[in-house]
C-alpha cells in the first residue's frame, strides 16, 4: 500500500556561516571556519492512511525538523518527501498546490503560533478564502462549523488570541489547520505546553477528529506515555537518525535497540513505585560534531568496536519492525 506521507532519506544540516570579524580573524589565521549543525541525518519513515505513527525522542534528536520539513515550511538539504507516492519537488501547479494544503502543522506554543493582532475569525478564516476553498458569502457559516468542531463557541470569533486560556488557544491552531481541509497533520509536540487535565481534553479532541474528518497524524512527542495512548506505530530517533521502528504495542512490551530500552525502563509505572531512576549515562553528543558509527556508542552499555566505526542500516528484524543495532547481527 502506498504511504500517505514517506520520507527518503531526509537529511536537513544548517550551517552557522562566519560574520565579518570571523572572516577577518579566519583570515589572520585564528582557525575559525563555518559550522554545520547535522539536525536529520538520513531518516527515512513512512506514514499510512488512517495512521497516528508517535516520533519520538530527546530534546535535540531532530523529531520537529522532520516534522517542518514534511508540512513545507523548512526546505530537505538532501533527500525527498512523497505525498500519495508522487515527490513534492516534482509536483508543479494544481496538484503541489493541493499537496501543501493537505499537509498541515499544530505548533507546540499556542501562543507564539498565532498572531496577536489578528481576531480568530482572521486567524481561521483567513486561508480558506485566500485559496479558494469557500466563497465570502459561505465564510461566516464556515468559520462558526470550525470553531463548533473544535469545542469553542462561535461567538468566541470576534476575541484576541491573548483573551483565551492555554487550551483554547490550542484548539484555534487545530481549527486553523483543520480550516483548509487537509488529510495529514503534523502535531509537533502539540500538548507539551498545556496543563495535564487539559493535554487529556486536547488528546481526546485529536482522536475524535481522527474519526470525523478521516485524519493521518505525525504525532511528534517526548512523552512516551502520550504516544503509547495515541500511536498505531512509534519511531524513535537519536541525534538525527531513525534506531527503531515497531507497532505500538510490540515496542512497549520489549524494545530491541539499547538506546529505546533505556527510554522506556525509565517511563514512570505504578508497578514500579520503589525502582530508583536511573537516566541514561552520558550527554547526548553535540550535532556539531556528531560521533562516528552509530551516534549512540558513547551512552550505550553495550557498546563494541564495530559499533565506534560503522553506522547501523535500519533493517527489518521482524515484519513491520526495523531496528538499527549491530546486535542483531
Known sequence: MTAMVATEELTKNFVKRLDL????????????????????????????????????????????????????????????IL?????????????????KLAVQMIFQDPFASLNPRQRVAGIVGEAPLAHGIISRSEADDYLDEMLRNVGLDPAFKRRYPHQFSGGQRQRIGIARALAVKPEFLVCDEAIAALDVSIQAQILNLFMDLRETFDLTYL??????????????????????????????????????????????????????????????????????????????????????????????????????????????D
Open 21 to 80: 570579524a570571523g572572516k577577518i580573524a579566519a583570515g589572520l589565521g585564528a582557525g575559525l571556519k563555518e559550522q554545520t549543525v547535522h539536525a536529520v541525518d538520513g531518516v527515512s519513515i513512512d506514514v499510512a492512511k488512517g495512521e497516528v505513527v508517535g516520533l519520538v525522542g530527546e530534546s535535540g534528536c531532530g523529531k520537529s525538523t522532520i516534522g517542518r520539513m514534511i508540512a513545507g515550511i523548512m526546505e530537505p538539504t538532501a533527500g525527498r
Open 83 to 99: 505525498f500519495k507516492g508522487r515527490a513534492l519537488d516534482e509536483m508543479t501547479g494544481e496538484e503541489a498546490h493541493r499537496a
Open 219 to 328: 504525532f511528534i512527542s517526548h512523552d512516551l506515555s502520550v504516544v503509547e495512548h495515541i500511536s498505531n506505530r512509534v519511531v524513535i530517533m537519536y541525534l538525527g537518525r531513525v534506531v527503531e521502528v515497531a507497532e505500538t504495542n510490540v515496542l512497549f512490551e520489549g524494545p530491541n535497540h539499547p538506546y529505546a530500552k533505556a527510554l522506556l525502563d525509565e517511563v514512570p509505572r505504578l508497578d514500579q513505585r520503589k525502582r530508583v531512576f536511573q537516566p541514561i549515562k552520558g550527554e547526548i553528543p553535540s550535532p556539531l560534531t556528531p560521533p562516528p558509527g552509530c551516534h549512540f556508542h558513547p551512552r550505550c552499555p553495550q557498546a563494541m568496536d564495530r559499533c565506534r566505526i560503522e553506522v547501523p542500516p535500519l533493517k527489518e528484524i521482524a515484519p513491520g519492525r526495523l531496528s538499527a543495532c549491530h546486535l542483531n
